[in-house]
DNA sequence: GCGATCCAATACCGTTTGGGTATGGAGAGC
DNA sequence: GCTCTCCATACCCAAACGGTATTGGATCGC
């Protein structure tokens, strides 16, 4: 698992539709889709339906995207927090 | 920056020691070099002080370490939440 | 002071992974 | 049944990753 892995995941959950999630993600729509794939072939389990006009939720991925939002918030928690000027004492 | 860049800077933070961080890590010490320095370098700062017997964390890398550990226990979570059966309300 | 030792950094190489283009295939709507 | 809309597959090229070999630098023991 990766963490463009998990940003492409929400995307695709947002847009419902992994041509729209590709634009957005300026990225083109076949590697994206494999993404999906290999995030799903490692995780064990299917995480949307494909369907003719789009992708679905399946449960299993309902669960899993609350958690990828939270590892992409933490994330740029962690990118600020280098960022940010520690305390001095002396300000 | 990615999932395993975390990792990896977990364990260096963990054992001082870059090359005792690539033992448990099962990589060699080279490439985990590179691997923290992109890291440093994409994050813009330095995270770790280097010293002639190992590394210490700086102030900035302090900050890093506790964001880091969030991802990857929300990462280990994600990945439970898909195994994890929905409930059934028949049983 | 000098050699030995211990670490991290650099150089180079082979392999893997990632994204791009082109194309195929399946289903919905008219 | 034709078309339109998506997603999946095939193939190619470039970038990234990890491995081995080696260098550089600083400390420690003599």
Redesign the interface.
Same mark, same amino acid.
């Given at each position: 698992?990766?963490?463009?892995q998990?940003e492409y995941f929400v995307a695709i959950a947002e847009e419902g539709n992994i041509g729209r999630a590709a634009l957005r993600l300026h990225i083109s729509q076949p590697p994206l889709s494999r993404q999906l794939r290999r995030l799903e072939d490692e995780?064990? !389990?299917p995480?949307f339906e494909r369907h003719p006009r789009g992708v679905t939720l399946l449960? @299993?991925g309902t669960?899993?995207l609350?958690? !990828?939002r939270?590892?992409l918030r933490?994330?740029d928690?962690?990118?600020r927090?280098? @960022?940010?000027r520690?305390p001095d004492p002396h300000t």
């Open positions: 698992m990766s963490l463009d998990i995780l064990g !389990a995480l449960p @299993a669960r899993f609350q958690h !990828a939270s590892v933490e994330v928690r962690a990118r927090a280098v @960022a940010e520690p």
